[in-house]
């Protein structure tokens, strides 16, 4: 791991000060691993996790927070997300321990959002309220569809019953909570999608995040593709089903793929998108770390065994190029239906407005962006061709 005195010295960038910063949790493991999942996850064998190996996984988290430290220094966390992987098959007292472990290493900020993912299929009556008892102030639930063929399809091991009462567990135990659903499913039709739609809003949802399947390499999918996917046209028709539809309910949508109520926007995840910081710890999860002249990511051992057995945790780590800053910046922010400041730019990347001065004009002159010099900003048109834009800053 970089040492402070390395990462301090004089460089190219100036950034004036440094940018929020968050705390990620990796949790790999989970019961069944998706056919369209690309993520760090593990199946657990013999039918669940062990408290050795939960206890052992805590340590290792310990000991990578603890290692990290010097790097973070007395700079407050905004937000914490628990994801994976599948985080509720820990128990409510191993999140707790956790979340301990986390508040004796690091200033929490008032009000930090504390955000654990959970799946309906490691749902017990109670065990929401115990997260919520440990310390998490936000549920996201995995529910994916409530139609028990395609959740079948999508290898998922929980039933429609089971994510309608998850639904109502997280309800009653969350002020705020994600219902994370997908799309563009195998066969799936606008009136499927609307019937979706009509289950997911009856549980009036703080937010939801909408996820179009997308066949991804090094999946079960991507070898077995599954028939019947909708085609581009088809897929673009439901994204603005799913607009129309969470906008008369009251949600309105702030990112590419999120929908929320006044209040209730996910902290954790604008941060990333206005390319703030985040320290991430755990089997396979990266790093993003700003200091007065540099930009460092860093990723951990992505093997659980390995990473728990590793006495430094990061397995690899790199400062971010001047010439890719741009780039790495509009990937992230140009996803905000609002945009960002273009102070926000220069005081995330540390550059001067003539690094992406060129882009910019081009974007405006194509009507991909708003016209106010201050703001970077997708217009609708923008939105809709978002790939096409942020390749402009590549």
């Known amino acids: 791991m970089a040492d402070l005195a390395h990462l301090m010295r004089p460089g190219t960038l100036q950034l004036p000060a440094l940018p929020p910063l968050a705390l990620y949790v990796h949790l790999p493991w989970c019961l069944r691993k998706c056919?369209?999942?690309?993520?760090?996850?593990?199946?657990?064998?013999?039918?669940?996790?062990?408290?050795?190996?939960?206890?052992?996984?805590?340590?290792?988290?310990?000991?990578?927070?603890?290692?990290?430290?010097?790097?973070?220094?007395?700079?407050?966390?905004?937000?914490i997300f628990i994801g994976g992987g599948t985080p509720s098959l820990f128990d409510p007292a191993q999140i707790a321990q956790l979340l301990s472990d986390i508040?004796?290493?690091?200033?929490?900020?008032?009000?930090?959002e504390i955000t654990l993912e959970a799946n309906p299929g490691t749902f017990e009556r109670e065990r929401f309220k115990g997260f919520r008892e440990a310390g998490v102030t936000r549920l996201s639930v995995g529910v994916q569809s409530f139609d028990d063929a395609q959740l079948k399809a999508l290898?998922?091991?929980?039933?429609?019953?089971?994510?309608?009462?998850?639904?109502?567990?997280?309800?009653?135990?969350?002020?705020t909570f994600n219902l994370d659903l997908m799309y563009a499913l195998p066969g799936q039709t606008l009136e499927d999608l609307s019937r979706e739609l009509d289950t997911a809003l009856s549980f009036r949802p703080p937010h939801l995040s909408i996820y179009h399947l997308t066949i991804e390499p090094n999946t079960v999918f991507a070898t077995r593709t599954p028939a019947g996917l909708p085609d581009p046209d088809l897929a673009s028709d439901m994204l603005d089903l799913i607009t129309a539809r969470t906008g008369s309910a009251g949600l309105s949508r702030y990112e590419v793929s999120a929908y929320a109520r006044e209040g209730h926007r996910c902290a954790h995840n604008l941060n990333y998108w206005q390319f703030g910081?985040?320290?991430?710890?755990?089997?396979?999860?990266?790093?993003?770390?700003?200091?007065?002249?540099?930009?460092?990511?860093?990723?951990?051992?992505?093997?659980?065994?390995?990473?728990?057995?590793?006495?430094?945790?990061?397995?690899?780590?790199?400062?971010v190029a001047r010439k890719d800053l741009?780039?790495?910046?509009?990937?992230?922010?140009?996803?905000?239906?609002?945009?960002?400041?273009?102070t926000q730019f220069l005081e995330r990347t540390g550059l001067p407005p003539s690094s992406i001065a060129a882009g910019l004009a081009t974007a405006r002159g194509r009507g991909l962006l708003t016209p106010d010099p201050a703001r970077i900003q997708p217009t609708e048109r923008g939105f809709d061709f978002l790939s096409d834009l942020q390749q402009l800053f590549l």
């Open 103 to 112: 508040r004796a290493r690091l200033p929490l900020e008032p009000g930090c």
């Open 155 to 175: 290898g998922r091991v929980h039933s429609a019953t089971q994510a309608r009462e998850a639904l109502a567990e997280a309800a009653a135990a969350f002020e």
């Open 277 to 319: 910081d985040y320290l991430g710890i755990g089997a396979g999860a990266h790093s993003k770390l700003s200091f007065p002249h540099r930009v460092l990511r860093q990723v951990r051992w992505r093997e659980p065994a390995a990473y728990m057995g590793q006495a430094v945790k990061v397995s690899n780590e790199h400062e």
């Open 35 to 79: 056919p369209y999942c690309d993520f760090n996850s593990h199946e657990v064998r013999d039918g669940g996790l062990t408290s050795d190996t939960a206890q052992a996984y805590l340590a290792a988290l310990r000991d990578d927070l603890e290692a990290a430290l010097p790097l973070i220094w007395g700079r407050p966390v905004v937000s």
């Open 326 to 342: 741009p780039f790495e910046f509009m990937l992230n922010a140009l996803r905000l239906k609002e945009g960002v400041t273009l």
